[in-house]
């Protein structure tokens, strides 16, 4: 059993940096995917990021190429999704989810998720 917590969501201007993290309970998170999703207003949840177990391998969405990176610390069981040059059009709830297979792109592979945290991004 993993359980996230998602953490460092809030108001930035367009151009800004955030830094999300996501906590993880449970002594196998080492062993996991880990994966960040959003979801805007009126629009279904999509994919974001994702990083391997051991965090030598990384995949984006082609929206965030370029001005977000995923990275892990294992031993503080963290997973963090650094945003920069931020767009109005990031402006979502993201959330960490965690897959006991492989890194992968679609929901449903995952088998845990957190709650999320809100980035809104003013123009």
């Known amino acids: 059993q993993v359980q996230l917590v998602e953490s460092g969501g809030g108001l930035v201007q367009a151009g800004g940096s955030l830094r999300l993290s996501c906590a993880a309970s449970g002594r196998t998170f080492s062993s996991y995917a880990m994966g960040w999703f959003r979801q805007a207003p009126g629009k279904e949840r999509e994919f974001v990021a994702a990083?391997?177990?051991?965090?030598?391998?990384?995949y984006y969405a082609d929206s965030v190429k370029g001005r977000f990176t995923i990275t892990r610390d294992n031993a503080k069981k963290t997973v963090y999704l650094q945003m920069n040059s931020l767009k109005p059009e990031d402006t979502a709830v993201y959330y960490c989810?965690?897959?006991?297979?492989?890194?992968?792109?679609?929901?449903?592979?995952?088998?845990?998720w957190g709650r999320g945290t809100q980035v809104t991004v003013s123009s």
């Open positions: 990083i391997t177990w051991s965090g030598t391998s990384a």
């Open positions: 989810a965690a897959d006991r297979e492989s890194m992968a792109t679609a929901q449903a592979l995952y088998d845990y």
